[in-house]
């Protein structure tokens, strides 16, 4: 029996190094630019923020410590976070009726036809896309000063907001029980009450809570164009030179998004449990 000579055996060329796609580069040269766009039109210098240490250091002088006194600033204070508390409240819950109205007619899985889903959609775009800075500034014009012009603005761009959130999540639901009523010759309103809206209550919720936490955030930012609530303050602290009470505001608003932040953490975790 012969034997045959055994050819080495030959390694694996290494892998050739992949280099960068045309369309990668192009994307990145893209990005780069764009970078450099934007730095040169905010006019970004850290050399000036260094060199403005100063005034910083003077600012923090007049602001340090907060000023506490009770009945001129602290109490005040606190009244006025139960404003922007209320604010972000009502413009949350009373934002639901329309936001989950135009929800439905905006979601493929309930829309009764092609035009009606396109219009819902438009009208949500609208109201997300203007911000509710500038709905508090048209309401202020329209009702006066005070929280009131805060919670219309909270409630039209809320709308917005969380009918899209609410139409993207009912879009993603198993579609089989809404088929089956469909066959079994059930209403659009039907569909949705009994095999739509069902499968999408705790996103629901979860998205309300998370809207509910950021409304309260922005009723601070309405107060400051008078809108009521602890911006007001904030706002007139600023203008009087008075930045030891304003970090006293600042401190309270801190207390009020924690406490906002930990129930909507906790009654999240009960809806999931």
């Known amino acids: 029996m012969s034997t045959g000579t055994l050819s080495p055996q030959i390694p694996p060329a290494p892998p050739r190094r992949r280099l ?60 006025a976070a139960l404003i ?14 329309p936001a989950l109205g135009l929800a439905l007619l905006a979601a493929r899985t309930t829309a009764p036809n092609r035009w009606v889903y396109q219009a819902a959609r438009s009208i949500l775009s609208f109201l997300r896309a203007v911000p509710d800075v500038v709905f508090a500034l048209i309401f202020v014009t329209a009702v006066g000063l005070g929280p009131f012009a805060g919670v219309l603005a909270l409630i039209l761009h809320n709308t917005g907001v969380m009918g899209k959130l609410w139409a993207e999540a009912m879009e993603e639901i198993d579609l089989g029980p809404r088929d089956a009523l469909r066959v079994g010759g059930a209403s659009g ?18 998205l309300l809570l998370y809207r509910f936490d950021v409304n309260v955030r ?56």
């Open 84 to 97: 922007t508390l209320a604010i972000g409240l009502l413009g949350t819950t009373l934002s639901v009726p």
């Open 218 to 273: 922005s009723s601070l930012v309405l107060g400051l164009v008078g809108a009521g609530g602890i911006g007001f303050l904030v706002n007139q602290s600023i203008k009087l030179f008075r930045f030891d009470e304003m970090v006293t505001h600042l401190v309270v608003v801190m207390a009020l998004v924690v406490a906002v932040d930990q129930l909507s953490a906790y009654v999240r975790r009960r809806i999931g449990a």
């Open 20 to 79: 960068i796609s045309p369309a990668a580069g192009a994307v990145t040269a893209v990005v780069v630019a764009a970078h450099a766009l934007a730095w040169h039109a905010t006019e970004f210098s850290p050399a000036a923020l260094v060199q403005g240490w100063r005034g910083m250091a003077d600012f923090l002088g007049q602001a340090l410590p907060p000023d506490l006194s009770w009945q001129q600033v602290l109490l005040p204070s606190l009244r």
């Open 189 to 206: 309103i039907q569909i949705a009450a009994h095999a739509v809206l069902p499968a999408v209550v705790p996103q629901f919720v979860g």
